[in-house]
């Protein structure tokens, strides 16, 4: 399944000339692998995995995931396994990059439009709250199953940065989106097999940036990768000269530089 990233080109030019994060990579192959929903366990041992290799990882939270009354989402996103804003805080401080997945990982686009525009605000309203750091001018909002549809994207386009979204919402009105090799996503069961093909194929193109949407290690939410695997994997991947391994906001927030 291949995923669009849309990008809005105010904030961007901001960033770029405001912050100066605009340098274009010296690389061939930018890959990112992103990991899905805010499974505790998995995150941390992702982010050793990352540092170990001197990588920053890529995370996408649910705002409320943490709450008493969360409620699990289909098989994979039990509330036992969820971390809360203390270890965002911590991944973060670490250096690697936490982005909003919603506030309680519905589907949006199955919601009424206000409706749904409430939860993106409660969402991004919690993560500036409660995210040291956060900036919406470099956020990137992760649509929960990447569903949406043009409103939901362009309301929330104008209060972040960037959104995840599907392919559905392509339209001429959206000349600044920034679509690379795609973002592509696998599960239920194990994926080490696939991501592997993945990495191979992208490797044998010319390159460009690939997304690889993932969510947690070993038994932890839905499509998993074993921990053996992601660590060899990392270890492969920085020795190869061509390859950059960056977080999507680190790749967005300088591609649209002069
Ligand atoms: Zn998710």
Not at 25 to 42: A, E, R, Y
Request: net charge negative; glycine share 8%; charged share 25%.
């Amino acid at each position: 399944m291949n995923r669009r990233i849309f990008i809005k080109s105010t904030a961007l030019s901001s960033i770029a000339y405001g912050l100066g994060r605009s340098h274009p990579s010296t690389k061939s192959h930018i890959l990112t692998l992103s990991f899905d929903d805010g499974f505790k366990k998995s995150f941390y041992r992702i982010a050793d995995f990352f540092e170990e290799q001197g990588l920053s990882a890529c995370f996408n939270v649910i705002a409320s995931g943490h709450f008493p009354d969360f409620q699990k989402v289909g098989a994979w996103i039990l509330p036992e396994l969820m971390g809360n804003f203390e270890d965002w805080n911590a991944l973060k401080s670490r250096g690697h990059e936490v982005m909003p997945h919603s506030w309680k990982h519905l589907n949006l686009a199955d919601q009424p439009l206000e409706k749904a525009k409430e939860l993106i605000l409660k969402c991004l309203e919690y993560f500036q709250e409660n995210l040291v750091g956060y900036r919406a001018e470099e956020a990137v909002f992760n649509f929960p199953f990447n569903a949406s549809t043009p409103a939901l994207e362009e309301f929330t386009l104008s209060k972040v940065m960037a959104i995840r979204a599907s392919e559905i919402c392509d339209n001429d009105s959206r000349k600044n989106n920034v679509f690379r090799q795609g973002c592509r996503s696998h599960g239920p069961d194990n994926i080490d097999g696939w991501v592997e093909n993945q990495v191979e194929s992208f490797l044998a193109i010319e390159g460009g940036w690939l997304i690889l949407n993932l969510h947690g290690l070993d038994d932890e939410g839905w499509g998993p990768v074993s921990s053996a695997y992601m660590k060899d994997l990392l270890r492969r991947l920085v020795t190869i000269e061509s390859v950059e391994l960056v977080p999507t906001g680190v790749v967005l927030s300088r591609s649209s530089g002069p």
